[in-house]
């Protein structure tokens, strides 16, 4: 089974960004971000298809996150700009390995990494 590992969490100010990283230890195909907030359930952020090419985003974060893939390092990226205290939560990746590249439910997803702290202060 293929390991992710997550970077880049940390803690910011209300309108400050942070790039989060997901390096997987070998080929996946749609991978995506999670996050969970405490006392809430764990909610889908983005992904991206495996060639990179398509992309879908939650609402909250649409204009302020982006995904994207460096195919050749099994990497992917989130970059979250303008980022509000309500995205304060861990952060998980996720990976997975067929099917149709577009789906938001975290039990499609095969490979989850160990998640990263992301704390926004107002």
């Known amino acids: 089974q293929v390991q992710l590992v997550e970077s880049g969490g940390g803690l910011v100010q209300a309108g400050e960004s942070l790039r989060l990283s997901c390096a997987a230890s070998?080929?996946?195909?749609?991978m995506g971000w999670f996050r969970q907030a405490p006392g809430k359930e764990r909610e889908f952020v983005a992904s991206?298809?495996?060639?990179?090419?398509?992309?879908d985003y939650a609402e909250f974060v649409k204009g302020r996150f982006t995904l994207s893939r460096d195919t050749a390092k099994n990497t992917v990226y989130l970059q979250m700009n303008s980022l509000k205290p309500e995205d304060t939560a861990v952060y998980y990746c996720?990976?997975?390995?067929?099917?149709?590249?577009?789906?938001?439910?975290?039990?499609?997803?095969?490979?989850w990494g160990q998640g990263t702290q992301v704390t926004v202060s107002s």
């Open positions: 996720a990976a997975r390995y067929g099917g149709m590249w577009y789906t938001r439910s975290p039990n499609d997803f095969g490979s």
């Open positions: 070998g080929l996946t195909a749609t």
């Open positions: 991206i298809s495996g060639t990179g090419s398509n992309t």
